[in-house]
């Protein structure tokens, strides 16, 4: 999640990490040992993810 200037949040992705890792799949580690992935990924991934599949939010 990302904080918004007025207090709220933005929830980026909310899914499995097998999603995101399959980003890098076939892709040579990073001398530093770190991939980077964009929020612009992570939203996009964050619209395929299956309901069941996500965190529930806390009340």
Do not use: C
Request: aromatic share 8%; hydrophobic share 35%.
């Amino acid at each position: 999640m990302s904080m918004i200037d007025h207090g709220t949040f933005e929830e980026i992705y909310n899914g499995p990490g097998a999603l995101v890792w399959e980003q890098f799949k076939g892709k040579r580690l990073p001398s530093n040992g770190q991939f980077q992935v964009s929020l612009n990924t992570l939203r996009q991934l964050n619209q395929t993810v299956a309901q069941a599949d996500r965190v529930p939010k806390a009340i």
